[in-house]
Each structure stands twice: as C-alpha cells, then as structure tokens.
C-alpha cells in the first residue's frame, strides 16, 4: 500500500511470518530493527548484533501511521523477519550509499547500513539509496535473508 507520495504507508510490505507484541521499553519508531530486553520489552536494536531479526510496524489497527513513534511504555507489535519478508525500514544516518542488491548488516540504532566484511547478513536492498551527507535515518526498502 502506498501514500499519495507514491511512498510505501506501511513498514512490512511482504511476507507471513508472526507478529508479535510487546512493550516499548524507550522511543521506538516502525521501521526500527528491535530487540527483546530484560522485562519483556523492546529495545531498539544496537548495531551488527547476532540476534533474531525483529521490526517494529506501525499500529495501523488504531490510525497509526510509520512515523508515529512509539513512547516507553506502549504496545508495539513486530515482524518476526522471515527470509524473503520485505520491509520499508529505515537506513543509517550518514550510512554508506546502497545500491539495489547491496548486503545489508544491523546498523546504529535501530536502523539497516552496508554490510562490512565481518558483520551478519540480514538482508538486500532493494533500491538505491544515498544517505550519506544525511544527518537522519531514511526509509529503504529492503528484503530479509
């Protein structure tokens, strides 16, 4: 589904896997990859960590759109990523250009970068997207391995 942009409205844009909830333990956006912390909630994911990957969608269930934030405290649900799962997430600040089929590794806060040589996989870009004169995150469409 798209906006009258012609941008993706929704973070998961293909795929089956579960969803699941839980709450938020700090600021988290739809799109962040996530992480379950201690006390059973989500944390934004640090950078190139050997974890499931987990991303957090928007709450569309209640008028929630993929820029509306999640505070410390509320429910959120994510995307447990399953290989060929596609996501409109979101790319690093001042992150390496990615081109279409680039490798994609767990990048700071929350966010997918190219990957380096010694970094896990988690995914492939699917468009090309220069962020690197960029002080904020950008959206990307990328696909899970």
């Not at 409109?88 to 089929?101: I, M, P, S």
């Not at 966010?111 to 220069?130: C, F, K, P, Y």
């Amino acid at each position: 589904m798209s906006n009258a942009s012609g941008k993706p409205s929704t973070v998961w844009l293909k795929g089956e896997g579960p969803v699941k909830e839980l709450n938020a333990a700090g600021a988290i956006t739809p799109g962040h990859l996530v992480l379950k912390g201690s006390g059973n909630t989500l944390t934004v994911l640090g950078s190139a960590a050997e974890t499931p990957v987990y991303v957090a969608l928007e709450q569309d269930t209640v008028g929630k759109d993929i820029d509306a934030a999640y505070a410390s405290g509320d429910r959120v649900p994510y995307a447990v990523a399953q290989p060929g799962d596609e996501f409109y997430g979101l790319l690093a600040a001042n992150a390496t250009a990615v081109v279409v089929g680039s490798l994609l590794q767990a990048g700071a806060g929350g966010t997918v970068a190219l990957r380096t040589t010694t970094n896990r996989i988690i995914g492939t870009a699917l468009e090309a997207v220069d962020n690197s004169a960029n002080g904020s995150a950008v959206r990307l469409r990328w696909e899970a391995i």
